[in-house]
């Protein structure tokens, strides 16, 4: 009796997962793309349409599904909240319409209603970095802050879903740990930001900036009691905007900061 040859079971195939990532470069502008790469590949790839002469800051993903269609739909609704921004180097949409062409459309506003998908304009997250430096400092091992709380980086307090948690003081951590953390963070406040500022996408980058600074200082709560200051930079008065955040109790308390932040307000034209 002849046996029937065991057919080999096939390998099963990884089931894929779909990527919508923003590419941030050094100056500001950032790419929005899509991708169903991961592990190495993925880390070491920022666009097949990425421009060469700018330099790579960081990538976030922001959107991921098991649907290729529904991943590049959003795609397309990301590029196209982002149509105006200046610092957005797509031109070539996901559905193959060139984006100057869409600028001839009637204006149009795209908003999501989870505000964490709504990025902010022209942010240039590197220079925000370089500036909390200064004024948060930056330590690359665990510590324990003015407060007494487990503290590293730029200011990041450490929480139970850290993989720090827990760890002795005076543990290394890494540079490229510390920016993760920073971005992670960031996001936060500028989400934050948002609560206080519902013009916030729209405001120019030097006032974006310094509002997510003071908001990473004082917290969304705290900031949300300047009133005046608000108003005025609702209003793109500068000047009286900076007239009012030197006159708080902030700004007698961070003495220097206040100072150079109000300063960059002003001079806002």
């Not at 941030?24 to 666009?47: P, Q």
């Not at 004024?135 to 802050?145: A, T």
């Not at 705290?222 to 708080?248: C, G, H, P, Q, V």
Request: hydrophobic residues 35%; charged residues 30%.
């Amino acid at each position: 009796m002849m046996m029937k040859p065991m057919k080999k079971k096939k390998p099963k195939l990884t089931e894929k997962v779909y990527k919508v990532y923003v590419t941030h470069y050094t100056d500001g502008f950032f790419y929005i793309g899509f991708t169903s790469k991961s592990g190495k590949s993925l880390e070491s790839y920022f666009g097949s349409n990425t421009i060469k002469d700018k330099l790579v800051d960081h990538k976030e993903i922001v959107f991921t599904s098991k649907s290729k269609a529904t991943a590049k739909l959003f795609e397309l609704l990301l590029q196209l909240s982002m149509l105006d921004s200046p610092k957005c180097v797509n031109d070539m949409l996901n559905v193959r319409v060139r984006a100057s062409h869409m600028r001839d459309l009637p204006k149009f506003n795209i908003m999501f209603k989870e505000s964490k998908y709504n990025l902010p304009i022209n942010m240039n997250k590197s220079k925000l970095r370089e500036q909390l430096k200064i004024d948060e400092g930056v330590r690359y091992e665990i510590y324990n802050d003015h407060l007494g709380y487990a503290t590293f980086g730029i200011g990041h307090l450490v929480t139970p879903s850290d993989e720090e948690y827990g760890q002795k003081l005076g543990t290394p951590v890494s540079e490229t740990r510390v920016n993760e953390v920073f971005d992670n963070d960031i996001e936060k406040y500028i989400n934050e930001s948002k609560k206080v500022f519902d013009n916030f996408n729209e405001l120019p980058d030097e006032a974006q900036q310094v509002i997510v600074n003071m908001c990473f200082n004082l917290g969304s709560t705290r900031l949300s009691k300047f009133k005046k200051f608000i108003s005025a930079i609702k209003k793109e008065d500068w000047k009286t905007a900076s007239a009012e955040m030197l006159d708080s109790k902030w700004a007698t308390q961070v003495g220097d900061r206040a100072k150079r932040l109000s300063e960059r307000i002003k001079n806002i034209s």
